[in-house]
Nanobody
Framework: QVQLVESGGGLVQAGESLRLSCAAS????????MGWYRQAPGKQRELVAT???????NYADSVKGRFTISTDNAKNTVYLQMNSLQPEDTAIYYC??????????WGQGTQVTVSP
């Protein structure tokens, strides 16, 4: 079992920045990839960004150039730096941990709200 503790959500105005953090209870060497997904009201959960154990990143087209995913290996933590936030980025953001056995673990979610 992997516990994921998220932090960093909040309310900001359009154009501002936030940084989300997700600390995993298991060593990153048990990990295949970590990432962030989001779910807006009335919409399906969608991928925002992922990063593999080897450091390969993947971003949704809607966030490319604005969001950056990174890891702190010593802390088993993944970050999502979100710049130039827009109202359409408003959603609950979920941290995801995909183990080397392809099991999926999810954080509790953190609310990000961007006002116009």
């Amino acid at each position: 079992q992997v516990q994921l503790v998220e932090s960093g959500g909040g309310l900001v105005q359009a154009g501002e920045s936030l940084r989300l953090s997700c600390a995993a209870s298991r060593s990153r060497f048990s990990m295949r990839a970590m990432g962030w997904y989001r779910q807006a009201p009335g919409k399906q959960r969608e991928l925002v960004a992922t990063i593999t154990l080897g450091g390969t990143t993947n971003y949704a087209d809607s966030v490319k150039g604005r969001f950056t995913i990174s890891t702190d290996n010593a802390k088993n933590t993944v970050y999502l730096q979100m710049n130039s936030l827009q109202p359409e980025d408003t959603a609950i953001y979920y941290c995801n941990y995909k183990s080397i056995t392809w099991a999926d673990y999810w954080g509790q979610g953190t609310q990000v709200t961007v006002s116009p």
